[in-house]
């Protein structure tokens, strides 16, 4: 019994649509053969138009077949397999956002393992195959789906097993084939030297491994446990490889006979000589790595609606709107009163200008860079860690002079009203949220250019351009980006407006992955890398970008391996001159950002690293730690709220004073990385 198993079309490695093409091919032209049955296995395909248009074409063929089904929810819970990786290897371990110790292709495919098992499924469908052909048939081919045997190789074949019958194997040698018209040729016999096809006797027990995944030998495992020599016994073992398997008891039991020919991938540069070898090397990694990629923007577009908000709670504001006479909704109206006195804000309404010479360039000196007192010109300024230099901080005098205060005012204002139109029910508040909008983002004489190329300038250094560290200016936007579909909801914005809002976002997010600062930025080891993801994250489940999210998702538990220690400690935050304050802001970053991957359901909150390592973790951390170590800096007790609710929340046995909790601000500076009316966040 011949059981062919059509998979994935996985391109580049194969043309789009050569599974079918192949299949069509076999159906039209090979004969059937004597004492043969032919049967399919649909392999987990995970195009659904593409498995349709095969089913089709074996169902009006008259072909008896078996569906493996590709479930979507059952892929998006399988995990990365980062924890098989050293502190090293991790991606953010290494210099440029690579790892340490292995090549991009292989990191990647790596840490795609279990994806990729369950995707391309080889070894799980090669013994459904064996399952179903040992009920039928003497002899069990569990083929490749673009495996072709002409007359004169199957007679071969059968004539060697008729010959040695006692032999439980027989090894078919493969011959890639670049053209499939000159199979039709009864005297065509090519070199046939790649990995062979496998026959087994029904009363063989031999299975293939399915902990072997696409790509990394997973017939090979089978060849090697047989006792078949190729090539693949000169192959190279890497230290994260599965150890080599012993020899079977049926080691040796098998005899080579006739050859099979591989139909044209679509590629024929791939298949041809040495360089066509080392190529589809590459090209097979490539794809595997963009197929599973398509599959996990997949799962996270089935889940993502870009009109819900990923930071607020929509029940407690429609609560917040019902209770009238609550203590939050006054402080809310206050606040959006103050709001509605401020602004319009704009970049151009700075009293200096971005060393660019363009005032719409966004322009903020480096908080902790100061004038060099020994050098006459200043240049280039030393860092001061924790001294903020003049004009610096939030609110100061002076800081009029650049940008950093009014973008901060924008953030907080249009959330303030936003909340309040959403809460109080009052148009006026839309309106002028609307307005601080439109000014910053939306209007050609006020914008801001859609980068932060002169955010935390060190003058003196890089060309009076900023490292990227300045990206975390833009902190916030994950808050605002729920005021701003809050205002949309409103009817605030016009459609214009809304799709111009829009663009400036995608413009700012294709600086935010392709500037030099701004990759630099992405893989920093502390809060900077953290408050990065934040970013991208909101703006990709703004814009709807599935692709990104599922990126970032990666991205974060990556980070937490690097970032958190098997105790919970964030060393890095603690090697500052501030510590617990340091502390404190990046496990805002990390709760903020494991929520909004929480919206699109992918939970970080219970992720652990290898070592133990995870958020909950970290608030056990800051809950044992704090009261001892904040003595020594000035920190607002009620900082810690804000976390620490979320620890009981993700921790049933985690408790805390609910009064003391109850009775937390909403309300806190800035810089503390909390947002405004923080009560009112999603769990």
């Known amino acids: 019994m011949l059981v062919r198993i059509i998979g994935n079309d996985l391109e580049p490695r194969h043309r789009k649509g050569q599974s079918f093409d192949n299949a069509s091919f076999i159906l039209d032209n090979e004969p059937a053969f004597p004492d043969c049955d032919k049967f399919w296995i649909v392999n987990r395909i995970a195009d659904p138009d593409e498995e349709a248009r095969i089913v089709r074409l074996l169902e009006g063929r008259g072909q008896s077949f078996v569906r493996i089904p590709f479930d979507l929810e059952a892929y998006g819970r399988i995990a990365w397999d980062i924890d098989r990786l050293s502190a090293k290897q991790l ?115 031999e299975l293939f491994d399915e902990t072997y995944p696409y790509g990394r030998r997973p017939k090979v495992e089978m060849l090697w446990r047989l006792g078949i020599p190729g090539l693949w016994d000169r192959f190279r073992d890497d230290p994260w490889d599965f150890p080599r398997p012993p020899p079977s008891a049926d080691s040796g039991l098998f005899q080579t006979a006739g050859w099979v020919a591989r139909l044209d991938s679509g590629r024929a540069h791939l298949e041809i000589g040495r360089a066509g070898f080392v190529a589809r090397s590459f090209s097979r990694d490539e794809a595997i790595i963009a197929m599973l990629d398509r599959c996990d923007a997949a799962v996270i577009s089935a889940r993502l609606d870009p009109s819900h908000l990923v930071f607020y709670d929509e029940k407690a504001l429609t609560a917040a709107s019902r209770n009238k006479d609550a203590d939050l909704r006054q402080l809310l109206r206050l606040c959006a009163d103050q709001a509605l006195a401020r602004g319009p804000f704009s970049v151009t309404d700075k009293t200096s200008v971005a060393p660019s010479g363009d005032r719409h360039d966004y322009f903020q000196p480096g908080p902790y860079w100061w004038p060099n007192p020994r050098k006459p010109d200043g240049l280039p300024f030393i860092r001061r860690d924790g001294e903020r230099a003049p004009g610096t901080a939030l609110y100061e005098a002076g800081s009029e002079t650049y940008d950093r205060t009014r973008l901060q005012r924008l953030l907080d204002d249009t959330t303030v009203l936003a909340l309040a139109a959403t809460v109080l029910d009052e148009p006026s508040y839309s309106n002028h949220a609307a307005k601080l909008i439109r000014t910053w983002f939306i209007d050609p004489a006020t914008r801001m250019n859609p980068h932060m190329r002169y955010a935390q300038v060190r003058f003196g250094h890089n060309d009076n351009e900023g490292n990227g560290t300045g990206i975390i200016e833009l902190k916030d936007l994950y808050f605002f980006l729920d005021a701003v579909r809050l205002i949309e909801r409103a009817g605030a914005l016009d459609a214009t407006e809304r799709e111009t809002f829009r663009s400036w976002l995608g413009s700012y997010s294709t600086w935010l992955d392709t500037a030099p600062a701004a990759v630099t930025e992405s893989y920093r080891a502390n809060n900077h890398g953290v408050f990065y993801d934040l970013q991208r994250a909101s703006i990709a489940a703004f814009l709807g970008d599935s692709t990104k999210l599922a990126g970032i998702g990666l991205h974060a538990r990556e980070r937490l391996a690097d970032q958190i220690a098997s105790d919970g400690a964030l060393p890095k935050e603690l090697a500052r001159t501030r510590p617990i304050h340091y502390t404190l802001f990046a496990l805002q970053g990390w709760t903020t950002l494991a929520r909004i991957l929480t919206s699109i359901g992918d939970d970080l909150w219970q992720h652990r690293a290898n070592q133990g390592q995870g958020l909950v973790q970290a608030l056990h951390w800051l809950a044992a730690n704090i009261d001892s170590r904040q003595a020594s800096e000035a920190i607002d007790a009620d900082r810690r709220w804000p976390l620490l609710l979320d620890l009981v929340r993700h921790d049933p046995e985690a408790t805390i004073s609910a009064a003391d909790a109850g009775a937390a601000k909403p309300l806190f500076h800035p810089d503390e990385g909390i947002a405004p009316f923080w009560p009112w966040r999603r769990g």
Not at 123 to 149: F, H, Q, S, V
Not at 174 to 200: G, H, S, Y
């Open 91 to 205: 991606r953010f371990s290494g210099k440029s956002g690579q790892s340490a110790e292995l090549t991009p292709a292989r990191y990647e495919t790596l840490i795609r393992h279990s994806k990729n098992r369950y995707l391309m499924n080889n070894n799980g469908a090669r013994n459904k195959a064996l399952e179903i052909a040992r009920t039928r048939a003497k002899w069990l081919m569990p083929w490749d789906g673009n495996c072709y045997l002409t007359e004169q190789a199957f007679r071969q074949i059968r004539g060697a097993i008729e010959a040695r019958p006692y032999l439980p194997y027989v090894i078919v040698p493969m011959a890639r084939i670049v053209e499939n018209l000159a199979l039709l040729d009864e005297n065509f016999k090519p070199p046939a030297t790649e990995e062979p096809q496998i026959i087994f006797r029904t009363d063989t027990t």
